[in-house]
C-alpha cells in the first residue's frame, strides 16, 4: 500500500453516529491493495478450512450434523492461521477506530477477528439478532464491530441493515434459528423490520457497530461471494452481580 493513502479517518460526526444510532459507516477502511491481500488470505483460509467442525471453522446457519456446502461458513479468529493479519496497516487502523469510538485506550482493548463468507447464489441469511446475545451474561463488556466487506456488499449480497437506536434497548430475546438447537446462529422475532436502514458499502468499507445494536444481513443473491473481515474489540470482562438470564445459551 502507498504509504500516504489516507483511508478509516473519521471524526466526531462519524463518533455522534455511533453514539446516537448504534452504528456508523465509514466508507473506506481498507485499500484496494489491502482489500486484494485481504481476499487472497481468505480464498486460503476456507479453501483449507473447507469442512465445517473444526473447533474455529463452522457454518452458523447449517446444523451441525447437516451434510452438503455449508450455508454460512465463518471463522473464528483467523488470525491463528494468518498471523499476518494483525501485523496488517488494516488491523491497526481498525484498533485506532474502535479506540476512538470506544473512548478507551487502544492498549486496554481485547480483540479477535471473525471471517464470515457468503457463498453466490445459496448462501443463508443472517436473521436479526444482537452480538451481546451470545456472551456470558454473567461479565460485561463495551465493545464494538468493525465489518470491513471485501466485495461489493448490497441489498442483493448480503449487506448489513440495522435498527437505529437499538442498543440503549435491552438485549432482546433469542432463540436458535429454526428453533433448531443444533444451529449455532441465534435470532430474535422482536424486531420491527420497517425502521431498519439498509449499509450497502464498496469493497473496503465498514460499518461499525455497538454489541448491543440488532442487526441482519439478508442472502447472497448474486454470483459473486460476499467476504466479510470483521474485527471485534472489547474492554475487560467485569463481573455482573445479577446477571440476567439468557435460557438460549447453555453455560455449563
Request: aromatic share 10%; charged share 25%.
Amino acid at each position: 500500500m502507498d504509504a500516504m493513502e489516507v483511508v478509516g479517518t473519521i471524526d466526531h460526526r462519524d463518533r455522534e453516529e455511533f453514539r446516537s444510532r448504534g452504528f456508523a459507516i465509514l466508507p473506506q477502511v481498507a485499500s484496494e491493495s489491502e482489500v486484494a491481500w485481504l481476499r487472497q488470505a481468505y480464498d486460503r483460509l476456507f479453501v483449507r478450512r473447507a469442512t465445517p467442525g473444526a473447533e474455529d471453522f463452522y457454518d452458523i446457519a447449517g446444523q451441525r450434523d447437516r451434510e452438503g456446502p455449508p450455508l454460512l461458513p465463518q471463522i473464528i479468529k483467523p488470525e491463528k492461521y494468518v498471523p499476518e493479519l494483525l501485523d496488517s496497516p488494516h488491523f491497526a487502523r481498525c484498533r485506532s477506530i474502535a479506540s476512538a469510538f470506544l473512548d478507551m485506550a487502544e492498549e486496554e482493548l481485547e480483540f479477535y477477528g471473525h471471517a464470515i463468507l457468503k457463498p453466490p447464489r445459496y448462501g443463508a441469511p443472517t436473521p436479526w439478532h444482537q452480538d451481546e446475545a451470545y456472551m456470558d451474561p454473567r461479565w460485561r463488556r463495551r465493545g464494538l464491530s468493525i465489518w470491513t466487506t471485501l466485495d461489493e456488499a448490497t441489498v442483493e449480497s448480503g449487506c448489513l441493515h440495522y435498527l437505529p437506536g437499538g442498543h440503549r434497548g435491552p438485549v432482546l430475546p433469542h432463540h436458535h434459528i429454526d428453533n433448531d438447537d443444533r444451529i449455532r446462529g441465534l435470532m430474535t422475532d422482536d424486531v420491527d423490520p420497517t425502521s431498519a436502514v439498509a449499509c450497502p458499502l464498496a469493497p473496503g468499507g465498514a460499518v461499525v457497530h455497538d454489541f448491543r445494536t440488532p442487526h441482519y444481513a439478508g442472502p447472497n443473491l448474486t454470483d459473486q461471494p460476499r467476504r466479510a473481515y470483521v474485527l471485534v474489540f472489547m474492554s475487560a470482562p467485569a463481573e455482573v452481580a445479577d446477571p440476567e438470564p439468557r435460557p438460549w445459551m447453555d453455560w455449563g
